[in-house]
């Protein structure tokens, strides 16, 4: 935020209009890209600072959140509300079936994922936040990691791959767009959002760090509905 | 950076309110003409190799980048799901321009890409940054870079 640049007061800065998390603009658009870095390292040549310099140019697609046209790859049924963990990981496994072949796409169109944070599979990550929400009890599948760290793990992992498989289509994406559809339209936007607020009832600084920040965003952490 | 009007309005009040340092001064150094400069990105966004521990709540550590690493190869464990991933996921371009820095050295709009890059988590208090930081500059004077892109998130 331009705001915060101007009370750090860095000797030479490029404000973006760009997203949150989208500093160099936009996916696949390496012509932009390269005029957001080059217009930075113009920078260097100022004769004297501090200088805060502004982009002239919105990032293509248009500003944040905006994704006019895209639609996701395949309709999902829309998730139950508070439903029982058995059929709340139904549910979700169901969506991972249908959104599989879109994954594969994406994988095979990029040649990468940034899937694999809790080194599960994309099931059994999903299977590990039901079996916390019918029993926080349930131990940690990997003895490396504990258990807090891997839920918030599992549960990066899983919006990952819905992302990942939702922009497997060529087109517009922006966050905004994306973090709608999948807090509020899909049965694992709900799983963490159960998630979130099971770990809000437990003690220790990590559940709440993941009850209360962690899991589901500012922007929708009023869809996260207390037990 | 981001356009405060493009935000919610509850998102918009709770960044501005977010407690900022205040320095001094602002350092300043005359730069080298671009042809002349050996670049690293540093960015705040959590990257590592998937072989590396990845960043825990409140880690002012950082983890180094190959220049040569393979994009397969970089991952995002940021501890903030207030920011957008999607881009990233489709193209590290977006938070880690490393070819973009590659192409600006081949056609000699910049001098080299630096062997090393670095990231860090940026959700920690900036003090517990600085010792980290100030290693970092060392190994980047030891590396010949004399210019670094800075890609917060």
Known sequence: MREHTEKLNPPRALWVPFELGRPIGAPDEPAFQRRVVEAALALFAAPEGPVIADFPEDAPGGSSGDMSGWVCPVNLTPPAEDAAPDSALAAVLAEIDQLRPWYQVALEKRGRTTVGLSGLDIDVAAKLLADFIDDP??????????????????????????????????????????????WRDTAAGALVRQLAATC??????????????????????HLVRDT | ???????????????????????????????????????????????????DETFRPGAADYRVIPADLESSELIMSHVSTNYDRSGFQQDINVVFPIDRLNELAADGTIGSVASFHYSFMGATEPEKLEPRARELAGLLKEDQVNAVLLTPV
């Open chain 1, 200 to 221: 809000r009832t437990l003690d220790g600084g990590m559940m709440q760090l993941l009850g209360h920040k962690a899991l589901v965003p500012r922007t929708h952490e």
């Open chain 2, 1 to 51: 950076m981001v356009r405060l009007a493009d935000l919610p309005e509850m998102e918009a009040e709770h960044l501005l309110d977010l407690p900022c340092p205040v320095y001094e001064d602002s350092p300043w150094t005359d730069a080298p003409p671009l042809s002349g400069m050996r670049v690293a990105i540093i960015t705040s966004a959590g990257l590592s190799r998937k072989s």
């Open chain 1, 137 to 182: 009890s349930v131990a940690s599948p990997r003895e490396d990691i504990a258990l807090p760290q891997l839920l918030k793990f599992a549960s990066d992992d899983i919006k990952a791959w819905y992302f990942e498989a939702a922009t497997a289509q060529p087109g517009p994406s922006g966050g905004g767009v994306l973090n709608d559809w999948y």
